[in-house]
């Protein structure tokens, strides 16, 4: 059956996919575009089935803000080299613009999302397309929202290596309006930064979980009770320990990776006292790709 350039190029428009690609599908359909489609699809599912085993590690974590809202989300792939794949980083991008759209609450929602950008199908239709045009497995792993509120509250980022790490960092300024000086933006992308770079666990003591402190105190004293030293010293030995956790654990109290001979503390302070507001990081996210920790 012969197949004309204009059906190709409107296959082409509602998927997104490449020419020869698009024509296959259309002879084999015999000239029926939904079907075409539907079979795209299907060709998408299998190729998935077949790959199950294979591990989708690879891919891009990518955060999108808009408002009072910002989304990390991570998308898989089996290679680095379909995540440098111009669809599969148009499907990213795309992605990140209707969480921010359509705000879902869970994966499962997103998942079922309709964009024009993907023909008005659904977000895993469109990755069902893209499994059927590269021939590896692809997932849309994980999400998560952060709300803000943008009059004292800014979101801050930082992805390394090309989005095998991603982080945001939610900071709050003192006096609203120096969320977003110049100075609240450096502070912010140093502070992400910084996150990616010595993984902290809480931004301040008090944050850190407790069952974690509970645990530490308990190798602390063990390894007092080996230690050979008195009794009598044991719990200034185990502040001491804690307080060296602190200065690995809590982000203020990290060595500065800028600068080894300040504390992160330090940088806060010197952002402060040129915006002329306190600042202090609320929370921030960690995540790398394929690993199920955040």
């Known amino acids: 059956m012969d197949i004309s350039a204009e059906q190709v190029r409107e296959l082409r428009e509602k998927t997104g996919l490449g020419m020869m690609l698009c024509k296959k599908a259309l002879i084999d359909a015999n ?3 939904e079907k075409a489609i539907e079979d795209l699809r299907k060709q998408g599912a299998l190729t998935a089935a077949k790959r199950a085993g294979k591990a989708a590690k690879e891919g891009k974590i990518s955060i999108a803000t808009e408002n009072d809202t910002s989304y990390i989300y991570e998308v898989n792939s089996e290679t680095d080299f379909v995540a440098r794949n111009d669809d599969f980083l148009s499907f990213v991008t795309e992605l990140g613009k209707l969480l921010l759209a359509h705000k879902p609450a869970d994966i499962a929602a997103a998942k079922a999302l309709t964009s024009p ?3 008005g199908r659904s977000v895993d239709d469109r990755v069902m397309e893209l499994v059927a045009k ?8 994980r999400m998560q929202a952060v709300k803000f509120d943008p009059s004292n509250q800014g979101i801050f980022t930082y992805i390394h290596g090309n989005g095998k790490i991603g982080v945001l960092v939610k900071m709050t300024a003192g006096k609203g309006e120096a969320i977003k000086s110049e ?3 450096s502070l912010g992308k140093d502070l992400a930064m910084q996150v990616a770079a010595s993984s902290p666990v809480a931004p301040s003591r ?3 979980p407790a069952d974690i402190i509970e645990k530490e105190k308990v190798i602390y004293r063990d390894q007092a009770a080996t230690s050979g030293k008195p009794e009598k010293i044991w719990d200034k030995i185990i502040e001491g320990k804690l307080a060296k956790y602190y200065a690995e654990a809590v982000l203020p109290e990290q060595v500065y990776i800028k600068d080894t001979e300040k504390k992160v503390s330090d940088r806060i302070k010197e952002a402060e006292l040129k915006a002329g507001s306190s600042f202090v990081a609320d929370s921030f996210l960690r995540w790398e790709l394929g690993s199920e920790a955040s």
């Open 31 to 33: 000239g029926d575009a």
């Open 117 to 119: 950008a993907f023909g």
């Open 134 to 141: 590269i021939g590896e497995n692809i997932s849309f792993r």
């Open 183 to 185: 100075e609240a933006a």
């Open 206 to 208: 008090e944050s850190v």
